[in-house]
């Protein structure tokens, strides 16, 4: 496994929160809290502050996933997952939440609400072509090959 080192800033609303940590030595991902309050209303969505900056290495992203006990228990996920955070972003990481439930949920300042998992970017070089190859399922599209 490689360890890539990730420089974290706390900013001012994130000072006496802890860092995004694994919660066990088997966790892909890094718990995040909340850096605010606020109560999400069934089918709303906010961008929600964590009170941190990261310098990420250049090859590299950050995604922002959701925790799966708020997901099943509350439908509370993030709405762009997974979320992206590129190399050379340095503002504050902020987790989009969206409350998918039928009660209102209450985030609570330093309660986990996302995850983060270092990944490696793969470029690509786009190539135009007259015709694509042939395949067996071919221009099938959603739902093409079966349930």
């Known amino acids: 496994m490689t360890t890539i080192r990730i420089a974290v800033k706390r900013l001012p609303n994130g000072l006496d929160l802890p860092l995004p940590a694994y919660a066990t030595s088997g966790a892909a991902g890094m718990d995040v809290v909340a850096a605010e309050s606020l109560t999400l209303q069934p089918g709303g969505r906010a961008a929600i502050a964590t009170g941190f900056a990261l310098a990420i290495p250049e090859g590299y992203e950050v995604q922002v996933r959701p925790r799966s006990g708020l997901a ?18 340095r503002g504050e990481v902020k987790v989009i939440l969206t409350n998918l439930g039928d009660e209102p949920f209450a ?9 983060l998992v270092p990944a490696v970017v793969q470029r690509a070089a786009l190539v135009e072509v007259a015709e694509l190859d042939d395949t067996v399922r071919g221009l099938g599209g959603f739902g093409s090959t079966g349930r």
Do not use: F, S
Not at 107 to 115: D, K, N, T
């Open 72 to 89: 099943l228990k509350h439908g509370i996920t993030c709405l762009n997952t997974p979320g992206t955070i590129d190399h050379d972003y």
């Open 107 to 115: 985030v609570v300042r330093g309660e986990r609400i996302a995850q």
